[in-house]
Every structure is written in C-alpha cells, then in structure tokens.
C-alpha cells in the first residue's frame, strides 16, 4: 500500500495545476487504501476435507441431497440453521463462489430474500456475516454470540464471497478485470441458488452491499435486467440497497473541501488535494485508469496520501475514531480457520484469500463509473443509497454530488423534494429524501459501516426499504 519510489511520492504530494508528476517512468501500481481488516488466511490445525461443490448435485436435479449436503451444523452455531458451500461457475478454470446462506428466523416461505456483497474490492462477506448483520457475531476469541439486531430475523439473508479469489472463493484460471465479468459470475451463482432452493424463486429478492459493492451492486442488478426476459429461471429482482457505496469516481472525488470545512485540513492543503482530484478526475474523463489511480492514491487514499500525512489519520471509516481496532477481525479470522468450523462450513482445507490479486485484477477498474447502469436500474427496480454521517472514504456529500449527477425520470424530482427526518423510537436516525424510484437516506452517527456503527439503524433501515415502508414518522 502507498508509493515505493520516494521520487514518485515527492512529485504526487507536491503537484499544482503548473505542475503534474511524469506517469510513464514508474510501473508500480497504487494501492487502495484499506476499508476491512483483514482477517487471518493461514489454516492453523488439522485436515477439514474437500470443498464441497454443489453443481455436481444441481447437474443431476438431485435438489433435495444438495440441501441436505449444505446444510450447516447448527450446534457450532447456537443452533441457527444455514447452509453453505460452493457454485461453480467456470468448469474450465475450476473457479467456484463460496456462499453461505440463512433461511429468514420468522416467515421462511414469505419473507424477502437478500444479497449481501462485501467491497474491497477483494473483501470477504464473513465480515458482513459477523461483525455487520449476521444472526451470530464474536464477542471474543471463539465466544459466539447471538445478535439480536440480525437482519436474517425477518429476512432470508445469502453472503457471497466474490468475485472469485475473495475470502474463501477459488479459481485456477485468471480474475475478474472489470464489473461486467463480476455481474457474469454473481448472475450463473444465482441460478444455481434459486435452483437449489426453489421454493424462495418466487420470493421478493433484494441485492445489498457497501463501499465497492457500490459497483458490485449495480453489476449484478443491471445483468439480471438485461437476462431475466429470456430466462428460463426469472429472478425476482425488487430493489437494490448500496451502503456508502463507491460507484462513481469522477462524480465521488470531492474530498478537498468537505475535509476543510471539518477542519481537518488547512486551506494549502485543501489547494494540493483539489487540484489532485481535479487531475484525477481529468485523466479518467481521458481514459487513463492507471494514472488516475496514482492521483486517487496521492490525494487520499494511499499510506503517504495528502491527507494521511496532514491529519495523521489511520482510520477514514469514521472520522470520530482516530484508529481502527481490528480485534473483531482477528476473531473472526481465528474462529473461521478451525478444523471442526472449515468441515462444518464445507469449505474443506481451501485456503482463504485476503483478496490482494483480486485487487490487482481490479485495479484499473476502481476509477471507472457505473452511473449509467444505475440510472437504468432507477426506472425498473427500487434503488435505496444510504451513506453514514462521518465516513471519509465515501463522505455523505460526495455520495450526494454523484447521486445528483444521476439523469432518471426522477432526477428533477429528487432535487426539489422535501427532506425527512427519520426516527428509530423516539430517537433521530437520520434524514430522507425520495423521488421517483429512488431513495437517499442520512445515517447519523455511523460511517463506512452503517449496520455495525449503528445496528439497530441499520435493521429498521433495510426493513423499511424491503417493506416498502417510508423514512417518516
């Protein structure tokens, strides 16, 4: 992560409009900046057995011994019921997507079934599962406990370790390069998840995510529109929900003068960080992905950035704690690398992936948009964009810059609406504004992960939106 050529480093961190850093003599890529801990890749003990692949099954129509091979052993789990295992979406290449499913704690036969995606772009979704909204979290070193805030209570909910190389997923061929493969692989995972239980085909399905599944969200959701009327297994695709969500750089790269009116930064340092932005996004509006990665890396996101070396900070997830405790991390990644937890999961003796070389497959795809799939997607399915108050990877403002940028049927509408406030009891949650399909809420108090920072929030959030359910009181 950050720069290894210290001359590179001088002229990225010292660029004006008179002055710009030479690309072509440096080969070495930017990195972006970290969003999730990253939790422990090294299997510790014992032989947990083969992955288990659950196309063999679903290729012979044997549904019913497929479910009864995924099923978890709730006893590892306080009792909560699941399934979990391996669709393979490349026979050629052997690459396969992990999932781990929970049937909905309330009405299974009728309640909303939901796709979480995980960012990064490399993130594993166990993050999701256990430390966002998951019906079980730790609290300690192997000391599970049950969450009460779960979204699986009145929902089914599936993680999705994508795309492939991320957390537990694997492959022996190549990774994916940009959002069209990502939406191609998530879509043949799909298939096969509504044909191992079809019983939930005719259920209203939701897809979610946050951070770079701002992208991921989009993808999947925009490759279902283009499919579902030819298919022979229609999915039934209500609405999407993207959590602080990275979609559109060139609208997104805005962080200049939302960190000078916090006072994070001095107004010089407000002037070297703009004009990277305004570079950064010239160089993707011309179509050079790696050198507006550089500019990106030099402005805010990289270990040397701007930003990091004028406030010091270590932690852009919220800007009221200075450093990130990563404890949760290690826990899980402690508890996910036992033998008995491994076979339980089926999951075998695969090594998991801390997503690095998905990252690199990915590179010159984080500056790219995906606006205009979303702006598709506005005028067929429900769209909620939700953004926590004190982020600084993805700052409110900017999300509200990119979602004004947006041209739908609803564009002129959401730019007159009144705004709402949401309450949770008697307490404020935030603020709403809706026009047309789209919804933008406010979360108080949370940053980049909204149903961790603010569990209760995030539940009633996700509630209402697949209830259909408005953000007033």
């Known amino acids: 992560m950050g720069f290894k050529f210290s001359l590179l480093l001088c002229a990225l961190l010292t660029c004006t409009l008179a002055e710009r850093p030479t690309f072509s003599k440096f080969a070495r890529k930017p990195r972006f900046k970290e969003l999730y801990g990253k939790l422990d890749a090294n299997i510790r003990v014992g ?132 959002q069209t493969q990502v939406g191609a692989d998530l879509y043949i995972v799909l298939q096969q998840f509504f044909q191992l239980f079809p019983e939930l085909q005719s259920n209203n399905f939701f897809i979610t995510g946050e951070s770079y599944g701002g992208k991921y969200v989009p993808a999947i959701s925009y490759t279902i529109l283009q499919n579902n009327p030819n298919a022979d297994l229609k999915i039934n695709l209500i609405g999407l929900a993207i959590g602080n969500g990275w979609s559109s750089p060139k609208h997104q790269l805005r962080y200049a003068d939302y960190l000078l009116q916090h006072g994070l930064i001095d107004s010089n340092t407000r002037d070297v960080m703009f004009d990277l932005e305004q570079q950064a996004v010239n160089s993707i509006n011309k179509g050079d992905f790696n050198e507006a990665n550089l500019y990106m890396d030099a402005d805010f996101r990289g270990q040397f950035s701007k930003f990091t070396l004028a406030t010091n900070f270590s932690n852009g997830n919220n800007y009221l704690v200075e450093d990130s405790d990563e404890s949760g991390d290690e826990w899980v990644g402690n508890f996910l690398q036992r033998e008995d937890i491994r076979r339980a999961i089926h999951v075998g003796n695969t090594p998991f992936s801390n997503g690095n070389e998905v990252y690199d497959s990915l590179i010159e795809d984080i500056p790219k948009s995906v606006a205009h799939w979303v702006e598709e997607l506005l005028e067929n399915y429900r769209v909620l964009i939700y953004n926590g108050q004190l982020d600084l990877i993805v700052p409110y403002p900017v999300t509200i810059d990119y979602i004004k940028s947006l041209n739908f049927s609803g564009a002129d509408d959401y730019k007159k609406a009144l705004r709402f406030t949401w309450f949770v009891g008697n307490r404020i949650a935030g603020y709403s504004k809706s026009a047309g399909n789209l919804t933008e809420v406010l979360v108080r108090n949370a940053g980049h992960n909204v149903p961790s920072d603010q569990p209760e929030w995030g539940l009633d959030l996700i509630n209402r939106f697949v209830k259909n359910q408005p953000f007033t009181n």
């Open 47 to 178: 032989d947990a057995g083969e992955p288990l692949i659950l196309t063999d099954y679903l290729k012979e129509n044997k549904i019913q011994e497929a479910q009864a091979a995924a099923e978890v052993d709730p006893t590892l789990f306080l009792g909560v019921k699941s399934y979990s295992g391996y669709f393979r979406i490349n026979e050629a290449t052997n690459a396969n997507l992990f999932f781990w499913f929970f049937p909905s704690q309330s009405n299974y036969a009728e309640d909303p079934v939901i796709l979480w995606l995980q960012g990064g772009p490399g993130c594993s979704s166990m993050f999701g599962l256990f430390e966002e909204h998951g019906p079980v979290q730790l609290v300690g070193d192997n000391q599970l406990e049950i969450r009460n805030t779960s979204w699986s209570k009145s929902n089914s909910i599936l993680y999705i370790d994508q795309p492939v190389g991320t957390g537990f997923s694997f492959t022996n061929g190549e990774f994916v390069k940009n």
